[in-house]
């Protein structure tokens, strides 16, 4: 059995966990979501062209066994 997570930056507190965050920081992010047993199923990964290594935007699906 399992569980699924909404990852979505523009969901979170304060207009988007990864709103105006740099790659490392994403990185960051995201295993820390491994550590707590996510496994990411699906993103949708968007930069801002505008600014090489960030901001960064994405949305998605997250799984872990229930």
Do not use: C
């Amino acid at each position: 059995m399992w569980e699924y997570k909404i990852v979505d930056s523009n969901n979170a507190e304060k207009g988007g966990f990864l709103k105006g965050r740099t790659v490392e920081q994403v990185e960051a992010y995201l295993n820390q979501l491994g550590q707590e047993g996510w496994e990411i199923i699906d993103l949708d990964f968007q930069m801002d062209p505008t600014i090489p290594g960030g901001p960064a935007h994405f949305h998605g699906v997250a799984k872990r066994k229930k």
